[in-house]
């Protein structure tokens, strides 16, 4: 199943770096080794496909291009407004959306301009609280949204740990939020698009779909599609998606003038031509039958990951996973969430900490993207609970578990020669 092979174009801009500049050339073959010798669980995380790179790597970089595709404000466009028009097209027909916007630098930008185009400063927006699981654009004091919004959370079940979906309906009759944001960081399961909709359309407010972790899975048809709820999806292109590191917002095409101008020139300069050439290439690929296939493979490992886990003893939030990412509490092992990942990290298993539905404590975020972008399957995930158990409870010694996972690796380099 693996889609990716060696980086023979990617190799050729190497040796070009390790002649002009050897200090800078070595920490990216480090950054390589690592990738390539160690297990990325992180639910963010995924391999691109030598051609994405190819796209990134490649002097489109040199283009500037503020303003969209028949309208910039710069002279030569007329080459990269193809590549930005076929990215628009392949989205729109990808994810069949009236209006799709690729310009986006990256998810947060994204839903800046979401916000931009359907709020003002001071609006009331009810989103998915930080403690449960929302994203730092859902209102954190931290963030550009926790200043300039006034977030209301609502949450999950702390038994259960399903969003508390009475809870969106009481919040929304009381706040009346001009929009209502439904999507998360590390919620393993399928949102109810259409009950947020009812919601939305019960007080008022725009539904904002913040749609990072699952689109690559809604292009696969692994998980429903918030765009037919939405007023505007937001989302990624990297994670399960497989493209470059980047955004985009996907509406109907009255809200469409109004997205694009928050994109440019309200949020962001020039279009980054390199890497919406590569988010057409990602879209390209995950339009073809293989890509379908992977991202039903990347649910199948993350139920049995999941379900390993929990075999091992493992508490496992709401029981399982619909999706790519499954949380899960440590606690039961006798360790917590930080030292279990600081462990892990050193046997080679690099993933990440999050929230947990009860109490402070924290838990542990695996995503199954990469894995199985390596080609790994059901065999494997149960090879690596195992050992993730074994390293948690002490039986399996730091090196002895680094062996493993090279081992286990090595039968599954992420760019295949
Ligand atoms: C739900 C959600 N929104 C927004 C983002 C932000 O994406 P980026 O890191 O590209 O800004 C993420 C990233 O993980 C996310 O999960």
């Known amino acids: 199943m693996s889609v990716t092979h ?22 990216l073959l480090a950054e390589r080794r690592r990738q390539s010798t160690t297990l990325q669980l992180i639910a963010a995380e995924n391999f691109t496909s030598p051609a994405v790179l190819a796209a990134l790597g490649s002097p489109l970089a040199n283009k500037y291009a503020e303003g969209y595709p028949g309208a910039r404000h710069h002279g030569g466009c007329e080459i990269v407004d193809v590549a930005e028009r076929l990215a628009v097209e392949r989205a729109r027909a990808l994810f069949g959306a009236e209006h799709a916007n690729v310009q986006s630098h990256s998810g947060s930008s994204a839903v800046l301009a979401a916000y931009a185009a359907l709020l003002w400063p001071g609006d009331t927006v009810l989103a998915l609280g930080l403690p449960h699981g929302g994203h730092l654009t859902h209102g954190s004091p931290a963030n550009f949204s926790g200043r300039w919004f006034h977030f209301v959370g609502y949450g999950v079940d702390a038994e259960t740990g399903l969003v508390d979906y009475d809870q969106v309906r009481t919040l929304a009759r009381t706040h009346r939020p001009k929009a209502i944001v439904c999507g998360s960081i590390a919620y393993p399961r399928h949102l109810d698009y259409a009950y947020f909709r009812e919601v939305a359309d019960e007080v008022g407010a725009y539904l904002i779909a913040d749609a990072a972790h699952p689109m690559g899975l809604v292009a696969g048809g692994a998980a429903p599609s918030p765009v037919p709820y939405a007023d505007i999806v937001c989302a990624t292109t990297h994670k399960v998606l497989r493209g470059p590191r980047g955004g985009m917002i996907l509406c109907g095409s009255e809200l469409a003038e109004r997205v694009d101008r928050a994109v440019f020139p309200f949020t962001q300069g020039g279009a980054q031509m390199h890497t919406i050439a590569a988010k057409a290439v990602a879209f390209g690929e995950a339009a073809a039958p293989a890509f379908s296939a992977y991202a039903h493979q990347v649910v199948a490992n993350a139920r049995t990951l999941a379900a390993q886990l929990a075999a091992e003893g493992m508490a496992v939030t709401t029981g399982g996973t619909d999706t790519h990412l499954l949380t899960v509490d440590p ?81 599954f380099p992420p760019y295949p020669g």
């Open 6 to 27: 060696a980086l023979a174009a990617d190799d050729r801009g190497l040796d070009v770096l390790l002649r002009q500049d050897p200090e800078l050339a070595e920490i």
């Open 331 to 411: 606690a039961p092992l006798g360790v917590d969430g930080r030292t279990a990942r600081g462990r892990l990290t050193a046997a080679g298993i690099v993933l990440d900490c999050c929230a947990l539905p009860h109490g402070d404590s924290r838990g542990l975020r695996l995503g199954t993207a990469a894995l199985t972008t390596q080609g790994m399957g059901e065999r494997e995930m149960r090879a690596v609970g195992t050992l993730l158990a074994a390293v948690l409870r002490g039986e399996a010694d730091t090196a002895a578990a680094r062996a493993d996972v090279r081992d286990l690796v090595r039968e």
